[in-house]
């Protein structure tokens, strides 16, 4: 019996997926704190966010994938709908005018918009090297989580509109946006992937791609959603050649 290891804090999503694996025959342990349970002699998944998964899947030898930070930036704008570039914290303090900025696959920079540069994290707060995503401020009117595994969109929903969450069903046009996604740049993403898109006046756009095992599910479909966290989660041993290059290195 193969275990899904879970963080000390559960939101309803990862609740959802954690019923989810039970249905599916796995053993579920939750941790209950950020030190991993002393009788837990092993575990071959896990459902958390970064913090955690760096600390837990080098002992268990678990191997979380994760998209390249520049995957986003290295799109084309007619995917995009916005110039995205990543660069080192220390360019982005350089910004004179709104930006939207984020770390590339974790929350260590708050993902919102920025005056200007002078406004993000300082020196002593992050190494000047520090990578962060740098885009033009944008409207999504509607966005939506799709869940991909082997290059095409295995579940999906909508999760927000106006900036506001708001669960809905994922309608064709954006399963549709997301294959065509897929089809231009899914070889450079893991085959377990979640990539999120959205409207920007009408024309579709990909907002940015995540790690499906530190992903919400919203109204996605939980079981077919678990595919794609155990994929994206598994034994070091049991990943593919193609996905070797998107496993995470824990921070220092």
Not at 103 to 115: C, E, F, G, L, T
Not at 128 to 155: I, K, N, Q, W
């Amino acid at each position: 019996m193969r275990t899904l290891l879970l963080p000390p804090r559960l939101t309803a999503s990862a609740e959802s997926v954690r019923q989810a694996a039970r249905r599916r025959g796995l053993r579920t342990v939750q941790s209950a704190s950020f030190t991993l349970p002393e009788d837990l002699c092993s575990a071959e998944h896990l459902h958390a966010g970064p913090d955690f998964a760096d600390v837990a899947a080098p002992v268990y030898g678990i191997a979380p994938l994760e998209a390249p930070r520049d995957w986003l930036a290295g799109l084309p704008r007619e995917l995009t709908g916005r110039e995205v570039r990543v660069m080192a914290i220390a360019e982005a303090y350089a910004l004179r005018r709104p930006a939207f900025v984020k770390s590339p696959n974790d929350k260590s920079i708050r993902a919102m918009v920025y005056a200007d540069g002078t406004r993000l994290p300082g020196p002593d707060a992050v190494e000047a090297e520090t990578p962060v995503l740098v885009s033009d401020t944008v409207t999504f009117t509607a966005e939506y989580r799709l869940h991909c595994l082997d290059g095409m969109v295995h579940t999906g929903s909508r999760y927000a509109e106006d900036g506001r969450l708001a669960l809905g069903p994922l309608p064709e046009s954006a399963r549709a946006f997301g294959a065509d996604v897929l089809a231009v740049a899914g070889t450079a993403l893991p085959s377990a992937i979640v990539i999120d898109v959205g409207l920007i006046d009408g024309r579709w756009a990909v907002v940015e791609a995540n790690a499906a095992w530190a992903s919400g599910l919203y109204n996605a479909c939980p079981d077919r959603a678990l595919d794609v966290i155990l994929r994206a989660a598994g034994p070091a041993g049991d990943v593919a050649s193609r996905d070797r290059p998107f496993v995470r290195i824990p921070s220092p």
